[in-house]
């Protein structure tokens, strides 16, 4: 439907015009009753208009405006005023200049209303301040304030829709009718002397344009409507003019009812007329967008499935022209059919499927096959849609990518096997590109050169670290490449990432793209460092003047090759060797003495493919006596190989023969010397048992006299025989306190003596090792009184269990502590741990004190040994607690072990194996 848009052209000119009315008021209708003779404002048309303009052109427009008034006489403070009423209702209307004004949203009617209100109250202010007219009364204020009111709800209004009233009016016959119905209920109530108060007859006309029609149209309606309304009642026609006349109400407050009535017109159509508008393009709207996406959902290159919700199950509704070619089925047979019939769900699938069916997730992204296509690869996505009724709707939209598929697939075995190629190829390849840049390295370049591929790559092949190019070769390589097809081959002296010597050979070529350019140049390396220094080492072993004999020997038993070890060994010359039998070097039977088997007998049944030889390339080394030059024998460990090349599976054999006739002597000297350790270490062992033995019955012997010492010099010092002096006190104390340390040190060496036998370890019990620590912690509480100390446990949460004696493996860690508290200087600390990793419990004292030397280490764990330094100390010990802790470890099945540094502290650890 064609719109005709309000001119742009000439605009300002009518503004100025229009504004120019309005700042003079000259719109009051020249009638006969004076009552209602300047009802009307042109507030609203200025208003609007200046609300369709720009900001910024409202002050010159309104100085223009007030410059014509001023001219043509009228008082340039009342222009002044309703200018300023118009661009305070243009302010509302425009949000305050924010945007353009419209109506077109109930928002927009809304700003229209307060923009009434504010005019209103603008009229009203300036009535109290200036008499417009001096032959006649002031307005009511209520009156004036309707009077600016009505102006800019309805002409403001009619300014604001103007454009949107078509040439073509809608639905024509019902527009012809409403309008008819209009005039004849407008001319009935307000024509002649009707004085029926049928006033609002006519609004339900009115509504029906509101419902029917464009807003354009309605609020054209609704001005002419009320300008007749007002002329017709300021002729004296009309239910109003005919009131006042009969007295039925003061005739002051004729223009009120007028306005009045306007102003319910206006509140009563418009709000009805804008919602019905949006309503009617949101609809339109929403029909334009329905079928543009059923236009799009038919037509679309993808596939477009709607679908429900079926207990569980994706069950198509509908489905477009696309969706059926890939679900290779017609489009009719679709509707109805469950997804799972036509395409198979991965387990995965199904689960997330199940997610967006849950709400869990929005969308459903993955993979199908379709039935009856096994290679076929779709891809889907599957989103929920909302339903007003309460079912579960989805779309779902599917792309067949069973092409590109198999293409990428195809493309990555491709890149797979290239890749496996360039990898497990044992030489070095390089890829450059027409600029002479590495862009492709192998493995084997890093495992054979050293250098990491990040090193290499990016980098030109001349500044690389492998240069195997100059920059003039690799351009040369590049702009006249070689077309016979034949590679270049050459050698390079380089070294690896390590500084190590390397010798490559390389084979340079070119790779050409269609048009038969050069693109890639691709360097293959192989490294022969090994094999030319195999070569030399060949050539410098055969010529070297070394121990070791080697003979080469042909399937007929004569020698080939003697290298210089054997002339030297043999004393022969080299020509005298070479074509001779080897036999010839073996000694007689009679001369074998202890050599095994007879090296003849052997070597006869190696050259008939017999004996060891048979079954290996190599026999094992065998002691055989070979004659030399000068008619002496010696012992030669020798070792008889088969040798062989590409072609043939034999040529003969390698015998590498070494002089042990020195060694053996000296194994028969240190046979005898081992002979005789044997018996000594045998005495010895005796004397260490007798040395147990003496200790245990010396221990024995001692604690009953020690005891009794003990025990009769606690009866001297209670007071028991008489009381001591001061003396006698310290001395006795001196012999109690030595004689409990002779007792200690006796039940130290029965405990140690005990731990010889394997059933020392007493009771076995299954306990929690943190108990022996807590214990231990405790016990040294005294020790750490008066000490200035730090001492910290860091135990297992979890049960540490172990099985063994509860008491001997309380001691244990009573020793270490006390140990490192006493070995600890003050301001130092002892920390104590347990934990239980690797099926063992760890056991960790570790303290700041004065370290044990790295010579003594081993030593502190024997029986009465003191460091040289606890003895300049003078610190008290026995040199037994280490020892008897070492002891009740292995009793245990554990370990201990030490680290320690002279300064810096000690740490033991003891493992011990966890109950199962």
């Not at 690797?838 to 004190?849: E, K, R, Y």
């Not at 029986?863 to 003895?871: G, P």
Request: charged content about 20%; some cysteine.
């Amino acid at each position: 439907m064609e719109t005709r848009e309000y001119p742009i052209v000439g605009a300002r000119a009518v503004a100025v015009g229009l504004t120019l009315v309005a700042l003079l008021n000259l719109a009051p209708l020249v009638t006969p009753n004076d009552e209602v003779d300047s009802w009307w404002s042109w507030i609203g048309i200025a208003a609007a208009l200046l609300a369709r303009l720009s900001p910024r052109v409202w002050l010159q427009t309104t100085l223009a405006a007030t410059a014509i008034a001023a001219a043509a006489g009228v008082l340039v403070a009342v222009g002044l005023a309703n200018g300023a009423i118009a661009v305070a209702a243009a302010l509302v209307l425009t949000d305050l200049g924010r945007h353009r004004a419209q109506l077109r949203s109930l928002a927009d009617l809304g700003r229209l209303t307060v923009a009434a209100a504010v005019a209103g109250t603008g009229g009203a202010v300036l009535t109290f301040a200036v008499d417009l007219r001096s032959d006649a009364s002031l307005h009511p204020v209520w009156a004036v304030w309707l009077s600016y009111a009505d102006s800019v709800l309805i002409l403001g209004a009619l300014g604001l829709t103007i454009d949107r009233i078509t040439r073509t009016p809608p639905h024509r016959w019902a527009f012809i009718t409403q309008h008819v119905a209009l005039i004849a209920s407008a001319l009935l109530v307000f024509w002649g002397d009707q004085a029926a108060p049928v006033v609002l007859s006519s609004l339900p006309v009115l509504i029906w344009g509101a419902l029917a029609f464009d807003i354009g149209w309605v609020t054209l309606q609704v001005a002419l409507y009320c300008s007749f309304v007002a002329a017709t009642t300021a002729y004296g026609n009309g239910p109003f003019a005919v009131g006042a006349d009969r007295g039925l109400f003061d005739p002051g407050l004729l223009s009120t009812f007028v306005l009045a009535t306007a102003l319910s017109c206006a509140l009563t159509v418009l709000p009805l007329s804008v919602t019905v508008g949006t309503r009617r393009d949101l609809m339109a709207k929403a029909g334009s967008d329905s079928r543009l996406l059923r236009r799009s959902f038919s037509e679309s290159p993808l596939g477009m499935v709607f679908a429900r919700d079926v207990d569980g199950v994706l069950v198509i509704d509908d489905a477009n022209d696309a969706a059926a070619r890939i679900l290779g089925r017609d489009r009719g047979d679709l509707p109805g059919a469950a997804v799972t019939e036509l395409a198979i769900l991965t387990r995965e699938d199904a689960r997330r499927w199940q997610a967006v069916r849950d709400g869990v997730i929005e969308t459903w992204h993955g993979q199908l096959a379709i039935r009856g296509r096994p290679d076929s690869v779709v891809e889907i996505a599957v989103a929920a849609l909302d339903d007003p009724r309460r079912e579960r709707y989805y779309s779902a939209q599917l792309l067949d990518v069973t092409a590109q598929h198999l293409a990428d697939r195809r493309l990555q075995e491709a890149h797979e096997l290239t890749d496996v190629t360039l990898d497990t190829a044992a030489c070095v390849i390089v890829v450059l590109d027409a600029d002479g840049t590495v862009i492709r390295v192998n493995a084997a370049t890093e495992r054979i050169t050293g250098f990491l591929a990040d090193d290499l790559l990016g980098r030109p092949i001349w500044d690389s670290l492998l240069p195997s190019l100059s920059r003039a070769e690799a351009e040369a390589m590049f702009t006249w490449p070689n077309r016979s097809g034949s590679p270049m081959v050459r050698e390079q002296r380089t070294r690896t990432a390590s500084g190590q010597p390397l010798l490559l050979m390389w084979t340079d070529n070119v790779v050409y793209d269609a048009d038969g350019v050069v693109s890639y140049a691709v360097l293959t390396g192989i490294d022969v460092t090994a094999e030319r220094s195999s070569s030399s080492l060949m050539t410098h072993l055969l010529e070297a003047s070394i121990t070791t004999a080697i003979v080469g020997i042909d399937l007929g038993g004569r020698i080939t090759f003697a290298n210089a070890g054997a002339t030297h060994l043999l004393g022969f010359a080299r020509h005298d060797l070479v074509g001779s039998l080897f036999l010839d070097l073996l000694a007689p039977s009679g001369a074998q003495q202890r050599s095994a088997p007879d090296p003849r007998h052997f070597f006869t049944d190696a050259l008939a493919g017999r004996g060891e030889l048979a079954e290996k390339d190599e026999t094992r080394p065998q002691d055989w006596v070979w004659t030399t030059r000068s008619g002496g024998h010696l012992i030669v460990s020798t070792t008889l190989s088969r040798t062989s090349d590409d072609v043939r599976e034999q040529v003969g054999f390698l015998v590498v023969g070494r002089d042990v006739t020195g060694q053996r002597e000296a194994q028969r000297a240190l046979v005898d010397a081992l002979e005789k350790d044997r018996t000594a270490l045998e005495r010895l062992r005796a004397l260490d048992h007798a040395k147990d033995e003496f200790v245990s019955t010396v221990s024995h012997e001692l604690r009953t006299p020690v005891t009794s010492i003990v025990g009769y010099t606690e009866m001297l010092r209670d007071g028991t025989i008489g009381d001591p002096n001061d003396a006698q006190e310290r001395m006795l104390a001196s012999i109690a306190r030595n004689g409990q340390r002779l007792i200690a040190i006796c039940n130290d060496l029965l405990l140690l003596s005990g731990f010889e036998s394997d059933t020392q370890v007493g009771h076995r019990e299954r306990f929690d090792l943190r108990e022996c620590v807590a214990a231990a912690a405790d016990s040294v509480g005294a020790l750490l009184a008066k000490r200035e100390l730090s001492f910290s446990t860091n135990v297992e949460e979890d049960e540490v269990g172990v099985i063994g004696n509860r008491a001997q493996l309380d001691r244990v860690v009573i020793n270490l502590l006390s140990n490192a508290v006493k070995f600890t200087s003050d301001g130092g600390s002892v920390t104590i741990s347990l934990t239980a990793t690797g099926g063992h419990a760890l056991i960790s004292v570790q303290d700041t004190g004065m370290g044990i030397p790295a010579e003594d280490r081993e030593a502190v764990f024997q029986r009465f040994y003191r460091t040289e330094r606890a003895q300049t100390l003078a610190i008290p010990g026995t040199g037994l607690g280490l020892s008897i802790v070492a002891s009740i470890v292995e009793a245990h099945g554990g370990e201990i072990d030490l680290d320690s540094e002279v300064g810096e502290g000690s740490t033991f650890r003891v493992r011990l194996p966890l109950s199962s």
